[in-house]
């Protein structure tokens, strides 16, 4: 599947802001936990 094919995928089932939002949510805390894992 290329980029395209998943991009029209998703805007087929046009993920609602909510779900964008909860999405980046969860890379971000992740992100930071996984940062403040390394650094302590």
């Known amino acids: 599947m ?3 094919e998943l991009n029209r995928e998703l ?3 046009s993920a609602t ?3 964008v939002v909860l999405v ?3 890379l971000v805390g ?3 936990l996984s940062a403040s894992a ?3």
């Open 24 to 26: 980046y949510g969860i």
């Open 17 to 19: 802001w909510q779900s």
């Open 30 to 32: 992740t992100l930071i």
């Open 2 to 4: 290329t980029r395209d």
């Open 11 to 13: 805007r087929m089932h």
């Open 38 to 40: 390394i650094i302590s």
